[in-house]
């Protein structure tokens, strides 16, 4: 039977769980990562997050309440494999067949990601993304979270967001592990990070389970009419949305000679083989457009960010462009063809100054009017012939929002992070109505 349409919501185990020392968890690169002064606003601490690996019962409970048939949460590798590679943790592997037990007793579909950033710090001291066995360690700790949760998770996402990952922990320094690294080095990066996609898709595979690699993706526009900028705009689209899905779909890298890069130096015979082919499914992230010009003379990249001007802007300053999902899932069926497979919208959401009134409740127009706006840019690239099996919300609560530590409030649910209490806001409803009217099933059956 073909599954249903997915409507769900997307998380992360560092963004959201909190008890970073409890039951075995070792540190990641980003309990690190924030503990050094100026990395993270205001000095905000991830140490309680949302508190999720307490009250994941609540969470859970708040989702049924949502109606979502599936649920994506990203897995916690120092919380299962503390040290990057060997023992596995039981208690870690514990919590995460609790949560998948509740989903799946709800008719929830548990859609895990298996790395969303938080590498195990004994890798990172070992060289991390820049040492090809990290690859292999994730390879290993996807097989023992696949032998766990198998028999009951279909879908699994490997990878969160290698390009975030690469550019802003390892070019740009302000996520972790905070490095800025040269344009060879951080494209080893990138290639560590699709051999260890492909090496786990392997053992996923191989046990009948079906992958999914998410990226962000952005279309990217250039700021004039100009040579120059539409070169800008080329290279700046080969990084951001062809590294990490040409060498998955079509097996070879895309032309890098923007950046001075004739090839990636750490890619070994075999490793695009391992790479290429290893998709079921595309998971698209998408907040916003981009726009680019030529760089200043002498610069170290090939392209400048411009200013979209024109169009509202969430808290975090990004520009709404709803078209901007439309264009870019019809971009990646005409740009991959039959070598495209299924997509799923894996992350959608926006930032905005949420407050809570005086009778308790939170009323969020803008985020419904951002949701709403997407959904139905989404419906138009389906019905122009893109296929779309998923769509998910980011995010359910408001979480630890990385280097803006909780200033960003992306959650269909007020998190009050002194007391950890959740009240859902006007777009929970809101969303809780739209998969009320595109399933069928009722609003009612899921009050308050
Ligand atoms: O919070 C992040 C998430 O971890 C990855 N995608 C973008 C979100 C909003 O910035």
Known sequence: MPSP?????????????????????????????????????????????????????????????????????????????????????????????????????????????????????????????????????????????????????????????????????????????GKALDVPDVLTVAHHQLLAHGLAAGELRSRGLEVLLTNNYSPVDPATGSEADAAAARAYDALHNRLFTDPVLTGAYPDLSAFGAEGIDAVREGDLAVIAGSVDGLGVNYYNPTRVAAPPQGAALPFDFAEITGVPTTAFGWPVVPEGLERLLLLLRERYGDDLVPMYVTENGCSQEDEVDAGGGVADPERIAYLAQHVRAMDRARERGADVRGYFVWTLTDNFEWAEGYHQRFGLVHVDHATQRRRPKDSFAWYRSLIADRTGRAAEAAPE
């Open 5 to 177: 349409f997915l409507w769900g919501v997307a998380t992360s185990a560092f963004q959201v769980e909190g008890a970073l020392t409890e039951d075995g968890r070792a540190p990641s690169v980003w309990d690190v990562f924030c503990e050094r002064p100026g990395t993270v606003r205001d000095g905000h601490s991830p140490a309680t997050a949302c508190d999720h690996y307490h009250r994941w019962a609540e969470d859970v409970d708040l989702l049924d309440r949502l109606g979502v048939n599936a649920y994506r949460f990203s897995v916690s590798w120092p919380r299962v494999v503390p040290e990057g590679g060997g023992t596995v943790n039981k208690a870690g592997l514990d919590f995460y067949d609790r949560l998948v037990d509740a989903l799946v007793a709800r008719g929830i579909e548990p859609v895990p990601t298996l790395f969303h950033w938080d590498l195990p710090q004994a890798l990172e001291e070992a060289g991390g993304w820049s040492s090809r066995g990290t690859a292999q360690a994730f390879a290993e700790y996807a097989a023992a979270v696949a032998d766990r949760l198998g028999d009951r998770v279909r879908r699994w996402i490997t990878l969160n967001e290698p390009v975030v990952h690469m550019a802003y922990g390892h070019a740009f320094g302000v996520h972790a592990p």
